[in-house]
């Protein structure tokens, strides 16, 4: 079993559609939790921090559930833009980041 | 300012050659992690120094595969007798503060997209 589990997708939508990623992990001693983002050939990029109250920057936001060890990204009004790979990622206390396999968003027009 | 900088961005061996991926990090960061990452996969870590120790090199797949950081800055991972498998995308990160630190962010390299014919 992998340590950050992910639907891999690919995920299809409309432009202006909202869309939800979830992703799960199996190691309760976790400490820190991301979403990157990694365009086609690049190198990802970190999109947000996770915390347990939720965060939120613009048309992003970010949930943390600690009891289920469970993690989510939605996004709303997508934007062409916003095709990419989408990472969850967890960090222990060595500092190492932990992927997940990512989930592919394709926004159409 | 700069950033990760990673040399050469592809790299193509014959099977059983030997190769040097080099990576400089943002000047200043303490520590830098190399991860690996095969076609349509999330990146796997591989090994983590802090300034020019190796802490960690756990995720390092055989002892074919070696890392140095000599005086703290510019590391470089090399892999001896290259396999079918060891094709893939190696990626560089590198970090302000020590291993350990809550949420520190680390900066991506673009990688090196090595295959092994």
């Known amino acids: 079993r992998k340590e950050v589990e992910q639907d891999p997708g690919p995920f299809n939508v409309p432009e202006g559609a909202t869309v939800a990623f979830n992703c799960t992990y199996s190691n309760s001693a976790s400490q820190s939790f991301f979403w990157y983002r990694q365009d086609c050939r690049k190198e990802p990029k970190l999109l947000m921090s996770?915390?347990?109250s939720g965060n939120e920057d613009g048309r992003f936001t970010a949930q943390l559930n600690r009891a289920s060890q469970y993690i989510s990204l939605l996004i709303r009004d997508s934007k062409l833009s916003d095709s990419a790979t989408y990472l969850c990622v967890v960090t222990l206390h060595t500092g190492k980041l932990i992927f997940g396999q990512g989930t592919t968003l394709q926004v159409k027009p | 300012g700069a950033g990760v900088s990673q040399s050469p961005r592809y790299k193509v061996a014959k099977r059983g050659q030997d190769v040097a991926l080099r990576c400089d990090p943002i000047s200043g960061h303490v520590s830098l992690f190399w991860y690996q990452q095969a076609l349509g996969q999330g990146p796997e870590f591989l090994t983590y120094f802090q300034n020019e120790a190796q802490l960690d090199k756990s995720g390092l797949p055989s002892d074919r595969f070696f890392a140095e950081r000599p005086e703290g800055s510019v590391s470089t991972l090399k892999i001896q007798r290259t396999q079918q498998e060891d094709s893939a995308v190696y990626l560089c990160a590198s970090s302000f503060r020590t291993s350990g630190a809550v949420q520190e962010t680390q900066y991506f390299g673009p990688g090196t997209r090595l295959l092994v014919l």
């Open positions: 996770v915390y347990s």
